[in-house]
């Protein structure tokens, strides 16, 4: 059974970091490239940062370039989101994303709620 699990979330004040993990269990971590999303209220779901199985690149959301670092450990079976001065604009529910390369099967986490409040 395929389970993405994340973690880390929580109150942050304007400004201040967080990192939140999402750990991968029941499947072959280095076959999937990994994602976050984010959900704020009210807004659809967006694509925040990806990394792909070899790491070798990453993308991000315009929004956050320059404040987060997505990164994965493929012996930990473990992606990073790496988030520094946060805005409040950045309160949202994150998600962790697994698609499976070739097949492009999918999988989600349960989410993670931030919250960047003073």
């Known amino acids: 059974q395929v389970q993405l699990v994340e973690s880390g979330g929580g109150l942050v004040q304007p400004g201040g970091p967080l990192r939140l993990s999402c750990a991968a269990s029941?499947?072959?971590?280095?076959?999937?490239?990994m994602a976050w999303y984010r959900q704020a209220p009210g807004k659809e779901r967006e694509l925040v940062a990806l990394?792909?199985?070899?790491?070798?690149?990453?993308n991000y959301a315009d929004s956050v370039k320059g404040r987060f670092t997505i990164s994965r450990d493929n012996a930990k079976n473990t992606v990073y989101l790496q988030m520094n001065s946060l805005k409040s604009e950045d309160t949202a529910v994150y998600y962790c994303?697994?698609?499976?390369?070739?097949?492009?099967?999918?999988?989600w986490g349960q989410g993670t709620q931030v919250t960047v409040s003073s």
């Open positions: 994303k697994a698609t499976k390369r070739l097949t492009f099967t999918t999988y």
């Open positions: 029941g499947l072959t971590f280095t076959n999937y490239h």
């Open positions: 990394i792909p199985i070899a790491g070798d690149s990453t």
